[in-house]
């Protein structure tokens, strides 16, 4: 190619590159007509500007040239922060492989999804087979259900304030109870999906042992046989509402109760697993053996993360 070739192609090829950046709409036709050059030759310079684009977009955004039919151009589709990069859409997959908490089939739709939509193509097979052993031998749930649709429709439920009705298998007695609820959030703890609620059945409530064991109460989601989304509203002053993010500094294993504060002595070498573990928790005191801990705790659920440390743990109170 002569020199004078090359520089007009260069010329040619900025010239389309500003354009696409100012947000100009590129007609093959006429910018070929322009140029004096075929529009083969455009769209090939369109393709190498895409390429260049899609392999250098800013970070926190992904930009691509794209076919617009009714301007019967080429622009700029600038797209804010749709694309993760390799290493967190890796670190999502992982977790959501350990979180076994779907069934394989919808596991693996949903990875073949992230991986798709979230990471360029180039790298793809990469992430793929980071993960494909984990994936190859993933464990799924033992009950075995589908409920991802329930789980958006309480979602719907509670961002709309609607009671519902559900009919759920309980553990203790593997019977099914009907209850008449206060929907208020979804959380996830080891391995399940939950439901928290108010009761709104009074003569429910008076079978609790401790009436505070009834605020909230605590649903897994794959028990709920029935769901019923009720035409009815409820409201709850704006001081008494439900945060999931200070009750789950409270609760280390989905189990109700009352709301108390417990003091116990640590003498293990990982201070960090005690703070990371319990939220809540602050070192009141410390002395040669370790330090001591108090902490606010909703019902007696914590009992199984103390009794998992030994005797790295040493005179528990309940205040």
Same mark, same amino acid.
């Given at each position: 190619?002569? /020199?004078?070739?090359?520089?007009?192609?260069?010329?040619?090829?900025?010239?389309?590159?500003? %354009?696409?950046?100012?947000?100009?709409?590129?007609?093959? %036709?006429?910018?070929?007509?322009r140029?004096?050059?075929?529009?083969?030759?455009?769209?090939?310079d369109?393709?190498?500007?895409?390429?260049?684009?899609?392999?250098?977009?800013?970070?926190?955004?992904? !930009?691509?040239?794209?076919?617009?039919?009714?301007?019967?151009?080429?622009?700029?589709?600038?797209?804010?922060?749709?694309?993760?990069? &390799?290493?967190?859409?890796?670190?999502?997959?992982?977790?959501?492989?350990?979180?076994?908490?779907?069934?394989?089939p #919808?596991?693996?739709?949903?990875? @073949?999804?992230?991986?798709e939509?979230?990471?360029?193509?180039? &790298?793809?097979?990469?992430?793929? /087979?980071?993960?494909? &052993?984990?994936?190859?031998?993933?464990?799924?749930?033992?009950?075995?259900?589908?409920?991802?649709?329930?789980?958006?429709?309480?979602?719907?439920?509670?961002? =709309?304030?609607?009671?519902? #009705?559900? !009919?759920?298998?309980?553990?203790? @007695?593997k019977t099914?109870?009907?209850? *008449?609820l =206060?929907?208020?959030?979804?959380?996830?703890?080891?391995?399940?999906?939950?439901?928290?609620?108010?009761? !709104?059945? #009074?003569?429910?409530k *008076?079978?609790?042992?401790?009436?505070?064991d009834?605020?909230?109460?605590?649903?897994?989601?794959? %028990?709920?046989?029935?769901?019923?989304?009720?035409?009815?509203?409820?409201?709850?002053?704006?001081?008494?509402?439900?945060?999931?993010g200070?009750?789950?500094?409270?609760?280390?294993?989905?189990?109700?109760g009352?709301?108390?504060?417990?003091?116990?002595?640590?003498?293990g070498?990982?201070?960090?697993?005690?703070?990371?573990r319990?939220?809540?928790? %602050?070192?009141?005191?410390?002395?040669?053996?370790?330090?001591?801990f108090?902490?606010?705790?909703?019902?007696?659920?914590?009992?199984?993360?103390?009794?998992?440390?030994?005797? &790295?743990?040493?005179n528990?109170?309940?205040?």
């Amino acid at each position: 190619m002569a /020199d004078n070739e090359i520089t007009n192609r260069l010329s040619r090829i900025l010239e389309m590159y500003k %354009r696409f950046m100012d947000g100009e709409i590129i007609n093959k %036709r006429e910018t070929a007509i322009r140029f004096g050059v075929s529009e083969k030759t455009i769209q090939r310079d369109i393709d190498e500007i895409r390429n260049y684009i899609s392999t250098n977009s800013r970070y926190g955004s992904f !930009d691509n040239i794209v076919y617009d039919r009714k301007a019967k151009g080429y622009y700029l589709e600038r797209v804010y922060n749709s694309k993760l990069s &390799n290493s967190e859409i890796l670190a999502i997959c992982k977790i959501l492989l350990d979180s076994r908490a779907f069934t394989k089939p #919808e596991m693996q739709n949903m990875i @073949d999804k992230l991986i798709e939509m979230c990471v360029p193509k180039e &790298n793809q097979r990469l992430v793929r /087979d980071l993960i494909s &052993n984990e994936e190859f031998h993933y464990i799924e749930p033992h009950h075995g259900k589908v409920f991802i649709d329930i789980m958006w429709e309480l979602g719907q439920a509670i961002r =709309k304030t609607k009671y519902i #009705e559900i !009919d759920y298998l309980r553990t203790k @007695d593997k019977t099914i109870v009907k209850r *008449k609820l =206060k929907p208020l959030a979804i959380m996830f703890s080891e391995y399940y999906f939950y439901l928290t609620a108010f009761i !709104d059945d #009074e003569e429910v409530k *008076k079978d609790f042992d401790v009436i505070n064991d009834s605020f909230p109460t605590i649903y897994r989601i794959d %028990r709920i046989q029935k769901l019923k989304i009720l035409n009815e509203t409820f409201h709850i002053p704006y001081k008494d509402r439900f945060e999931e993010g200070e009750f789950r500094k409270r609760i280390q294993f989905m189990y109700g109760g009352k709301l108390q504060k417990i003091t116990f002595k640590y003498t293990g070498d990982s201070i960090e697993s005690v703070l990371d573990r319990l939220p809540t928790a %602050r070192i009141i005191s410390q002395d040669e053996s370790g330090p001591t801990f108090t902490a606010e705790v909703f019902g007696k659920s914590i009992d199984m993360w103390l009794r998992s440390q030994g005797d &790295n743990i040493e005179n528990i109170k309940y205040i």
